[in-house]
């Protein structure tokens, strides 16, 4: 299953890898055969990897936050949050490599109370100062638990950040929600009721793979 943020790409892959093949038999060059059938190939294949959309089953509890994608746990850190929290916090970063799933999910249950956008750099995503950086996209949701921030930072490769939701928006957990294109971050913050239930290196799966657990006051 492939997302539809990537129908356009891969059309274009297809396209360029049948143009290649119908060029490859007008010439007598073994190497120049190879090279429009090889590249285009690997084109093709890169995209149909990069835009997959695997179906994902959240946990069947509503007092925890998943991770909203895909990756490896950059760090676990103390932070002090002045936009959506307003208080000290937690944040997870996690980092999306080109070949991971790279549609993001919803991390919890909850109304969308804070959105806002912003232009920027590209600094590698892996770095701690991408998310102050770089091009993001940064959501507030207040759940039945509390708030919770979280954060998508594009990478050094990465130039677009799709996002289908809005202020307003009630929201379920694990749902799509839209995605960074080519190498990217995500970001999430949360509150001092939320116990951290990862650590730096932890592989993570969009949807499913639970970041915080709320403890009970």
């Known amino acids: ?26 010439t007598n ?8 059938i090889i590249i285009p190939l690997f084109f093709l294949i890169f995209s149909m990897n990069f835009f997959r959309d695997p179906e994902r089953t959240p946990p069947q509890q509503d007092n925890v936050v998943v991770s909203p994608a895909d990756g490896r746990v950059l760090f676990v850190k103390e932070v002090l949050d002045n936009k959506f929290i307003n208080d000290k916090a937690t944040q997870i970063s996690i980092f999306m490599s080109p070949i991971d799933v790279h549609v993001n999910r919803i991390p919890i249950d909850g109304r969308v109370e804070y959105l806002k956008y912003y232009e920027g ?5 892996f770095e701690d100062k991408a998310s102050e950086r770089n091009e993001r996209a940064e959501f507030g949701i207040m759940s039945k638990y509390g708030k919770v921030f979280f954060t998508q930072v594009a990478g050094f490769v990465a130039r677009r950040i ?3 939701i809005k202020e307003g928006d009630e929201v379920k957990i694990g749902e799509r ?9 995500v970001d999430v ?4 009721n939320w116990e951290s239930k990862v650590k730096k290196n932890d ?7 639970v970041l915080f657990k709320s403890i009970k006051r």
């Open 177 to 185: 929600f839209g995605m960074i294109k080519f190498g990217s971050r």
């Open 29 to 36: 060059s073994n190497l120049l055969r190879l090279i429009l």
């Open 189 to 192: 913050v949360v509150p001092g």
């Open 162 to 164: 799709i996002y289908e």
């Open 203 to 209: 592989r993570v799966i969009a949807g499913e793979t």
């Open 121 to 125: 750099d590209y600094v590698a995503a």
């Open 1 to 26: 299953m492939f997302t539809r943020y990537g129908y356009t790409t891969i059309g274009v892959a297809a396209i360029i890898f049948f143009i290649g093949i119908s060029l490859s038999f007008f």
